[in-house]
């Protein structure tokens, strides 16, 4: 499989960009060798720069639930394209989206559009510090809740100490008020919350983690997330850029039947295109403004094409037996895999949730960073390449989930557990 144009285009595109990319996770680090250079999307496919073609699993790392141009949300896009592309005002479609948003997540009652994750978790963050009048945040190592500085921190020594910068660029007093803690451990969240609960203004969780692979939270750790956060008058807030609308329409909390305070929103909302939102108490929503003090705002946020985009997607999702769908395929695929790699020798997990799962090489399963750090990386590795070369394309690292598409055929799944088979017997 020749990947020439590709080769020329990155090594032109390192010395025009930092890397040669626009976003870290592009660059391949996680698995060696230079990125491949898309060139188009179709449905469940993906083609490069040199006329390869690949079953995509990577779905723009989630949106993509519908697959590839989509029929729907492409008209959707050019109707409101001939239309202007910004205004920096109110559109009626604002409210639309906003609609489907509080219609579909049980627990938001208000909401606020956005331009990315990083932005809506930022400034729900802010919301929670404006609401509390606290000033420190607990959130959990593995989740990922974008790039913000507060949020960009390392885990301390023991269950309640401090984080430390894990960038440059951010400071020690930023970090300071961020407490890093086990995801998927009750006891140390207990411990946290009872020696400065009075000081922490929100939990930040991720209920289905998808950045050190999916791992799935624990009914107990969902449980003292909600009961503790309440005894102790600190906001829950639910990362769900990842899990909203792709592991149920209503999201992880749909799923699990938990109502956290606050909820972050954003890939498949926006259908492929820039987009975020936070949401939830009317109450709590009440004090941004301009109905109240916490400051946030943006020029695109609430985009038409964005917009537009969203709507025709959601609406897409709503239609009966979506999820069903998405179900079967993500079951097939996974019980696949799982049994390609019962058949050999290799040390692995397989955890699914919804449309999102992972097959982890570790030898115990992953319920925490801590585990997911012990997996064996060069492993997934040579699987990522060895499938690339089989026409599959798979994160670019073991810590990313593969996300499965309604355009998804049983043929695509059956082709990539036969791939899966022929590299696993070889690792």
Known sequence: MSRDKSHEIFTRAQTLMPGGVNSPARAFGGVGGEPIVFQRGEGAYLFDVDGNRYIDYVGSWGPMILGHCHPEVTAAIEAAVRKGTSFGAPTEAESTLA?????????VEKVRLVNSGTEATMSAIRLARGFTGRDKIIKFAGNYHGHADSLLVAAGSAAATLGVPNSPGVTAGTAADTIVLRYNDPAMLKAALDQCGEQIACVIAEPVVGNMGCVKSTRPFRAALRDLTEEHGALLIFDEVMTGFRVAYGGAQELFDIRPDLTTLGKVLGGGLPVGAYGGRADIMEHVMPAGKVYQAGTLS???????????????????????????????????????????????????????????????PVTDWDVAAKCDTDRYAKFFWGMVERGVYLPCSQYEAMFVSLAHTEEDIDATIAAAAEVLAEL
């Not at 609609?99 to 627990?107: F, G």
């Open 99 to 107: 609609q489907l948003v509080i219609d579909a997540v049980p627990s």
């Open 302 to 364: 609430g985009n038409p094409l964005a917009t537009a985009a969203g709507i025709a997607t959601l609406t897409q999702l709503r239609q009966p037996g979506t999820y069903q769908r998405l179900q079967r395929l993500s079951s097939r695929l996974a019980n696949g895999l799982a049994d390609a790699a019962e058949r050999t020798s290799v040390p692995h997990q397989l955890e699914c949730v919804g449309a999102m799962l992972t097959l982890f090489f570790s030898d115990e």
